[in-house]
């Protein structure tokens, strides 16, 4: 281009001398002027004057992070050693107490495991985000330690876990119905907080996590009042987060399932006193099965039989419904949102704009290129939402033929799958007061007497 | 099997005999692959280049200063305030981050100056330039300067999120609420988005 | 927990009294939870935050300037406002901590109570049986529970049945409406001018360019639209709009051509047929002097100044030249020199006073030609046509631009069309920016978008990407690519700063942009919306020019700034390859002739320079005469404008 600019350094100096001028009598200056004063060029300090520089408050360094994964593995390691060595629940306490402390109010909840499981899928599903190692590591430990010692991680380490179990004062059972119903919400929260974390749109089990609020001291009304009436709830039934809202709970439960060292109730041989299935406020302490089942065999083949044929069914409704919901869905989606109040405002269906019209309209992206990339949102919502549905399907229809089918069990047994690892069930167990002790129960004798 | 970890292992009880072997076999095969792949995995994403994390920021040519960053932060008072480069400032001593485009007067009596904290403080530096200096522990984030500084001045001034309070949540309260979408997950080396020219 | 060891009663008296401090501490924690709420909503409903009182009382003050009683009434409550606030806070952080307090201290005391009262674990031989028998009830409660989950699922759906979203989705897919929205541009209606529309491309005679016009004016109409709906695998999210999709920049390169209206326009705009500054072939000479007559053919007066570069159509130069009383375009014949005619263009707005820059003056934007039209525009705003005796066609007045200099972006031409870069302003949020296209026959709008960017001086460039006729301009701080038929905007990556004059240009399948205050970059031409963090390959930063805009050649490019430092990049990484100080200042842009490229300094001297991987100078030649414009170089002969003369360099037959 032959066209010669004016170096931008006359243009300013000559800026400059103007507006310094205007400066000098601003004072008098009346408003209206002021739009077209618009920008004022940084002026030449006559007497050494440098203009400071904004300072920039540096972020909690990085290996303190780290230092936050190695706490994490160690406080794993530390409610192994305690859970299945030294088999104390007073340690197993204190030990809660610590993670309270520091991964609570200390560290003040995030990063931790049951959010890394967004963060993991957005950087698995979605695009433009590189998983931190920081949050890679939280998301792996605490299913490594499951993977070898059941669910150590949700009996000390966990904060949320932790400040519902010190909360616990007066254990009362649920009954095992409704407990066996409400174990299916874990899923479908896992499956939404996944569905919103790969689309991008939101880290939704953060933002309504129960606890976090109490361990920084303030946060959003809706979340404290949840984790208010979870504690409140948590003083007799045990743990509600843990067993019937947690989306981590559902990849602990099915890692430990699979577990080499678990909790086991009695160091020995189970004299069926049956105390320890007491003791147990979450209902993972399950009897020996009755000898004769209650039922004709006959009875329990057909109605297993009739479960089967209508479980692909519930997964084809379940599919349907998600696809017929996805726009309700998508409508939580930021993109998608604005696109669709833009479009109303252009069709003149709504009247005034607002914060977020009006910030895209400052932004000047065209209204066709929002409407592609809330399109584009859409499409992959439509697909999603239809996973999402099977996905509840296919928890309900499992959950139904677990609860047709028959088990064996020789002895009492902790449930690795459900067990927290909070060591309550040891105190109980007569067997463990031998060790402990040295003594000889009197229960040995009486085994069956309440 | 937890007989090992057990004082007292000897009397354990009898280990099952039978089918259980294969599927312990098959087991312990699942927990060594799981705990190579782990740690695979985590070599990997320490060795990548996003390990170190990412903090919230915002992008202020993008900011439209709305206010919620003042009332949406989990924090109170929020962790956003106002920062100012000083190499873009014009210094005027009619600064319209400091005071209102409808005045009585040039004082800086409440009813003239923008800061519902009071917050911005002009010194004199050489006559006709002043420094609109922020006190941070007094501001809020709600960024009525900084709309003043953008609309009528230089743009010098705008909203950051100051890492010396933000407990960089996993979701963004004010991430979440901004309608511009101008916060944004960055590196965590470098934390800020600073302006540094005219726009 | 200490059961075990114990009987299961503890002491009366200890339970009793850890009871009641028990309901001491939850009685007091419910108190300051209260308080907190209170000051919670207090707070975030201040007059501090949503000013609504003080805001009143403003307005009145507006109203009533002088009322001192008023002034008072808005310091007092403003005083007010303030300490309750800043109380309120103190008052929140204390209070956290003695409702932590309290419930450490009722957790505490209950739980001490619970343990005196606490009895041993009671054995049910029942349970098993019990379990048994709980199983189908909790068949029956998994049902309800899934049929609550579906029942949610069922609500979003019908919540979705009258869905407005659905509706834009359909329209967004509908070609026309794409064009309206785009053609529009997201200032929303622009009045009667806006009309959508779309260029059609000239029947052109088989030059680079007859590619067909991209997405919406074709049958295929699908096309721009194609890229982003389907983008691949799990890259089909598309996250919020600065990141989008995945990274193009492993496909496989696309090839970039110039469009060009071709036929007997062989210098047809700036920089040539493609608008990268590469000379038509011909034999040119290697050197030359203007003030010892070495192979100079002719040399004509130029009655008007101007710094717009010539332009060679059907034998003729062409040229504009202004200032401030009169504004002409003049013909010349490229074989004699002849002047053939002179046109005057009067002002559309006669007795306006423009204010230029003295350098840059009243006819900076090089003219442009579409074969069989002339078009030129002035520092007002005013595009003119003519045919090629110079007979005035139409004039379409945009307007005085809002800068300090007038306008100063040359023209290019686009099928029958005339596109304008319209840039003004001195932000990009003024929304005052424009690229335009005309109708060539008529003047009238064909489609006209709003550009996000301050006034610039850079010229558009039309290339075929792909399959794509894109129209790509510099901008602060977007480089921005339109569709050339609709004038929809395809893609954006800001990756530009500063004060934009350098014109972009192409090469290796990317597009260059170099700008002081930014960057060079080179960025990929198939991606849409913004591609940012998804095609730019590279940014540099060395010898960034100004003015002069760069040249690509074998695999590198030469940038040039204004005080004469060239830089050779390299093309593929954005590496430095070398740079040499020629310390005199240059304003023309560099003309690739084979294998070296011609620099013009502005004392009128001239250097060709070989295009490779180290400096090396072949020839030097004379004007003799101030030059700031780019020279035409077509069969064989250079046509340089300076300061005052218009001259033809080329080997005497």
């Known amino acids: 281009m032959p066209l010669p600019t004016p170096g931008p350094w006359d243009r300013d100096r000559r800026r400059t001398l103007a507006l310094a001028a205007l400066a000098a009598v601003a004072g008098a200056a009346p408003a209206a002027h002021a739009q077209e004063q618009k920008k004022q060029p940084p002026p030449e300090f006559s007497e050494g004057y440098t203009p400071p520089m904004p300072s920039q408050p540096q972020p909690r360094m990085p290996w303190l992070t780290t230092l936050d994964v190695a706490l994490l593995a160690a406080a794993l390691g530390l409610a192994a050693w305690i859970g299945l060595h030294r088999r104390s629940r007073r340690e197993m306490r204190l030990l809660g107490l610590f993670s309270v402390l520091y991964f609570g109010f200390i560290r003040q909840g995030c990063l931790c495991p049951v959010g890394s499981i967004q963060n993991v899928a957005l950087a698995a599903l979605g695009s433009g985000y590189a998983l931190p190692f920081a949050a890679g590591a939280l998301f792996l430990l605490p299913l490594l330690a499951a993977l070898f010692f059941g669910r150590v991680f949700c ?44 689309a991008g749109t939101a880290f939704v089990v953060c933002q309504f996590d129960p606890f976090v609020g109490f361990f920084r001291f303030s946060g959003g009304w809706l979340a404290i009042s949840l984790g208010a009436g979870l504690l409140m709830l948590g003083t007799v039934v045990g743990r509600p ?26 160091p020995k041989d189970c004299i069926q006193c049956h105390r320890c299935a007491d003791a147990c406020p979450f209902g993972a302490i399950s009897p020996a099965t009755l000898e004769a089942p209650a039922e004709p065999r006959a009875v329990a083949r057909r109605r297993l039989g009739r479960v089967l044929a209508v479980a692909p069914l519930i997964v084809v409704a379940g599919a349907l419904l998600g696809r017929l919901g996805a726009p309700a869905v998508a409508r939580y989606d930021r993109v998608v949102s604005l696109a669709e109040r833009v479009y109303q405002e252009e069709t003149g269906r709504v009247k005034g704009q607002t914060n977020a019209s009006e910030a895209f309209r400052k932004q000047a992206t065209p209204t066709g290129e929002l409407y592609r990339q809330a399109l584009v949102k859409r499409r992959w919502y439509g697909g999603a939402t239809t996973l999402f549905g099977a996905w509840c399907g296919i928890v309900v229809a499992g959950k139904l033929i677990f609860l047709t089918l028959r088990r064996r069990r020789p002895d009492y047994e902790a449930d690795q799958a459900a067990c927290l690892s909070c060591a309550r069930c040891y105190t109980s167990c007569p067997i463990e007061q031998e060790r402990l002790t040295g003594l000889r129960s009197p229960l040995r004798d009486a085994p069956e007497q309440p | ?74 924090l109170q008072p929020s962790a956003v305030k106002c920062v100012h480069t000083y190499a873009m400032c014009g210094y005027c001593k009619l600064c319209f981050g400091l005071l209102k485009d409808k005045r009585t007067g040039n004082t ?30 007094l501001c809020i984030g709600c960024g009525i300067c900084v709309k003043g500084c953008t609309r009528f001045g230089n743009g010098s001034m705008y909203l950051q999120i100051r890492h010396d309070r933000c407990v960089n949540c996993n979701e963004c309260g004010i991430a979440r609420a901004c309608p511009a979408g101008a916060i944004s997950r960055v590196s965590v080396k470098t934390p800020y988005k600073l302006k540094t020219r005219h726009a | 927990m200490n059961q075990n060891s114990e009987p299961a009663t503890g002491s009366t008296s200890l339970y009793r009294s850890a009871k009641r401090s028990a309901t001491v501490c939850a009685l007091f924690g419910l108190i300051v939870f209260g308080l907190l709420v209170a000051n919670t909503v207090a707070n975030r409903t201040s007059d501090l935050v949503t000013p609504a009182r ?29 300490r309750s606030f800043f109380r309120g806070q103190a008052f929140a952080g204390l209070g956290f901590l003695l409702l932590a307090g309290a419930a450490v201290g009722f957790f505490a005391f209950s739980e001490l109570a619970a343990r005196q009262v606490r009895k041993l674990p009671a054995p049910n031989p029942e349970a098993a049986r019990e379990i048994e028998a709980s199983l189908p009830g909790g068949r029956r409660a998994v049902a309800v529970l899934g049929a ?141 002097n203007a003030t010892n007559g070495a192979n100079t053919l002719w040399k004509q007066p130029l009655a008007l100044p101007g710094w717009n570069s010539p332009i060679v159509v059907d034998g003729k130069v062409l040229l504009s030249g202004a200032n401030a009383a009169k504004r002409t375009v003049s013909c010349f014949d490229a074989a004699t020199g002849k002047p053939l005619w002179q046109a005057d263009v009067p002002p559309s707005r006669p007795g306006e006073e423009v204010k230029v820059m003295d350098d840059t003056g009243y006819a900076p934007s090089t003219m442009a030609t579409d074969g069989t039209r002339l078009y030129a525009v002035f520092v007002n705003g005013d595009v003119v046509a003519l045919d090629l005796q110079g007979k005035q066609l139409w004039l379409h007045p945009l307007g005085m631009p809002e800068n300090h200099y007038g306008h100063g972006a040359s023209l290019t031409t686009y099928g029958t069309g005339v596109i304008v870069q319209f840039d003004q302003g001195s932000s990009a949020t003024d929304n005052k920016s424009e690229l335009l296209a005309l109708d060539g026959t008529s003047g009238k709008v064909v489609w006209r978008i709003k550009r996000p960017s301050p006034g610039t001086w850079s010229t558009p460039i039309v290339v075929k990407a792909g399959n794509r006729d894109l129209i790509v301009c510099s901008g602060n701080p977007l480089l921005m690519a339109y569709d050339a038929a609709s004038g929809a905007e395809v893609w954006r990556a ?148 300076s300061k005052s003369h218009l001259y033809c360099f080329g080997k005497k037959p």
């Open chain 1, 155 to 198: 009996g000390a380490v966990c904060p949320l876990g932790a400040v519902q179990d010190l909360a616990l004062l007066w254990p009362r059972r649920v009954p095992a119905w409704l407990d066996n119903a409400l174990g299916v919400l874990p899923y479908a929260v896992l499956g939404i907080g996944v569905l919103y974390a790969a």
């Open chain 2, 1 to 74: 099997m937890a007989g090992k970890l057990l004082p007292m292992a000897d009397d354990a009880p009898e280990q099952p005999q039978g089918g259980r072997t294969r599927r312990d076999f098959l087991l312990a095969g699942v927990r060594t692959g799981s705990v190579v792949a782990a740690g695979g995995l985590l070599t990997i994403l320490a060795k990548a280049p996003a390990a170190a994390g990412t903090v919230w920021q915002i992008d202020p040519d993008k900011c439209t200063q709305c206010g919620l960053c003042a009332t949406n932060c989990v």
């Open chain 3, 494 to 641: 800001e990756v530009v700063g500063g004060e934009i004059a350098p014109t972009p240009t192409f090469g290796e399948g990317f597009i260059f942009v170099a700008n002081q205050g930014g960057n060079l970059a080179a960025v990929r031409p198939d991606g849409v919306g913004n591609v940012t963090k998804t095609a730019v390959a590279w940014l540099a930063a060395d010898g960034l020019p100004d003015i002069v805009s760069p040249l690509y050649a074998n695999g590198l490019i030469f940038l040039c700034t204004t005080e004469g430092l060239v830089t050779c990049v390299d093309a593929k990484t954005g590496k430095k390859v070398w740079d040499h100080d020629f310390e005199v200042m240059m304003r023309a842009s560099p003309t690739l002739v084979g294998g070296a490229f011609w620099l013009f300094d502005v004392k009128g001297a001239a250097y060709l320079v070989e295009a490779g991987r180290s400096f090396k100078q072949v020839s030097h030649a004379v004007v003799g005469e101030e030059v700031n414009a780019s020279p035409a170089a077509v069969e064989g002969r250079f046509y340089v404008r």
């Open chain 2, 108 to 137: 800086l009596s409440v009813e003239n100056s923008r800061c519902p904290t009071d917050a911005i403080k002009r010194v004199f530096v050489e006559d006709p330039y002043y420094e609109m200096h922020i006190e941070e522990n």
């Open chain 1, 241 to 266: 987060y843990c067993r019937w809202l947690c989306p981590y709970s559902v990849l602990l439960r099915w890692t430990a399932a699979l577990t080499r060292w678990g909790v086991r109730i009695t």
């Open chain 3, 54 to 82: 003080l805001h009143a009382m403003e307005l009145e003050l507006n109203r009533n300037p002088k009322d001192e009683a008023l002034k008072k009434r808005i310091r007092r409550l403003d005083l007010q406002v303030r």
């Open chain 3, 148 to 288: 609550l989950l579906g029942g949610t699922l069922m609500t979003m759906a019908v919540l979705s049945r009258h869905d407005a979203a659905a509706e834009y989705a359909r329209l967004a897919l509908r070609k026309p409406f794409i064009r309206q929205a785009e053609a529009a541009g997201p200032a929303g209606g622009l009045g009667p001018l806006g009309r959508a529309g779309a260029l059609p491309l000239a029947g052109a005679p088989g030059v680079a360019g007859a590619g067909q016009p991209l997405g919406v004016a074709t049958p295929q109409g699908g096309t721009l639209l194609q890229p982003i709906v389907a983008a691949p695998g799990g890259g089909a999210v598309t996250p919020v709009p600065p990141a989008a999709g995945p990274s193009l920049l492993k496909n496989p390169p696309v090839t970039i051509t110039g469009v060009a209206p071709g036929g007997t326009a062989t210098w047809p705009r700036f920089r040539g047929p493609n608008g990268d500054g590469t000379a038509g072939p011909g034999d040119y000479p290697t050197e030359w």
